[in-house]
């Protein structure tokens, strides 16, 4: 079984992936993100949404590393070393291990044993995990929410985070009496993981991005990245950066955010590949979205798209074509 100082040396070199299954509304991009805030090194997290509705099948991804070279990726994990089952009803819709190797976690929200998880997911080459995370959620929040719960099993079999870091991250997530709830909630999910270990550890140089040879991008991890997605800024290679280039001036479509209606929920800057949403540190310390960097923004849409509240319109740059030459000045002869 993994052991904190074996994850710490992992995470020198490699790339951790998670991936967690859930369904719209039982906050797996949550997880997603909380994963991100509670680690100690370099993050990147991102969800990928079917039909945006409640109950319908989501997927979030993240890349965690202590090496910052490491982390920068935009697309979806597809080799993840733990994945995550939020609602076990998923198991006969989902390949949720796709791609995970030998000795990979899983990790389900269940009240089956795990030789029957390993038997509905036809693989008996993984570590399986198994808590209620559906009852612990009832008893102690009120509601079926099972995120931070299937988090606090997680903690348990990865040693990614510890228990303090998490529940710091949790204290900036969520506020009073729900933050406690839900500290309360993850502890108890740590004393009641069920863990069959098969004795393999997961072969963690799996899918674990090349550090970059041509440029040196000096990144700072998740929470402050240079803008305009990946380009040179080794001024050796080429001239300038990415960040003085006017890639905003390559799409289509003005991106609009309207302050009134945001509700500071932070999935536009998540998901924006060029880091081109803009935000900065209020009074009290937190961080809010400030508006779109038009400069750098190419028009992807993709904040639109995962926007909940619709704070986020577009409009396309260019306007009706002329349908009539102009008159000359001076009318018609």
């Known amino acids: 079984m993994l052991t904190p100082e074996h994850v710490k040396e992992v995470l020198k070199d490699n790339v951790i992936n998670l991936r967690f299954h859930a369904r719209g509304g039982q906050g797996g991009v949550t997880a997603s993100n909380l994963c991100v805030e509670a680690f100690y090194g370099y993050g990147i997290c991102q969800p990928k949404f079917g039909a945006e509705r409640m109950g319908s099948p989501t997927e979030s991804y993240v890349r965690l590393s202590a090496n910052e070279d490491l982390i920068r990726s935009n697309e979806q994990v597809y080799v993840p070393h733990f994945v995550a089952v939020l609602d076990p009803s998923l198991l006969g819709e989902i390949d949720v291990t796709a791609g995970m190797p030998k000795g990979g976690w899983l990790i389900v929200n269940t009240s089956l044993d795990q030789i029957s998880i390993q038997q509905t997911v036809g693989r008996s080459d993984l570590n399986i995990a198994t808590i209620d995370a559906t009852r612990i959620a009832l008893d102690v929040l009120g509601r079926n929410i099972t995120n931070t719960i299937i988090l606090g099993a997680l903690i ?6 510890t228990l303090d870091e998490l529940s710091d991250a949790i204290m900036m997530r969520f506020k009073g009496e729900i933050a406690g709830k839900n500290i309360e909630a993850i502890k108890q999910a740590i004393e009641e993981t069920c863990i069959y270990d098969i004795g393999i550890d997961p072969d963690f140089s799996i899918d674990s991005k090349v550090p970059w040879q041509q440029v040196e991008l000096g990144l ?17 290679v080429i001239p300038v950066g990415s960040d003085q280039i006017n890639t905003g001036s390559w799409g289509e479509w003005d991106v609009i955010w309207d302050k009134e209606i945001c509700t500071d929920c932070a999935q536009c800057w998540y998901i924006c590949p060029d880091f081109a949403i803009l935000r900065e540190k209020g009074e009290d310390n937190l961080w809010h979205m400030s508006g779109i960097d038009s400069f750098h923004c190419k028009s992807c849409l993709n904040c639109l798209e995962i926007c909940p509240v619709n704070a986020i319109s577009k409009k396309l740059k260019q306007g009706p074509a002329a349908c009539a030459v102009p008159e000359e000045q001076g009318g018609h002869n």
């Open 156 to 161: 348990r079999v990865s040693y990614i985070f």
């Open 220 to 236: 700072p991890g998740y929470k402050e990245v240079d803008k305009a997605g990946v380009w040179y800024c080794d001024e050796s």
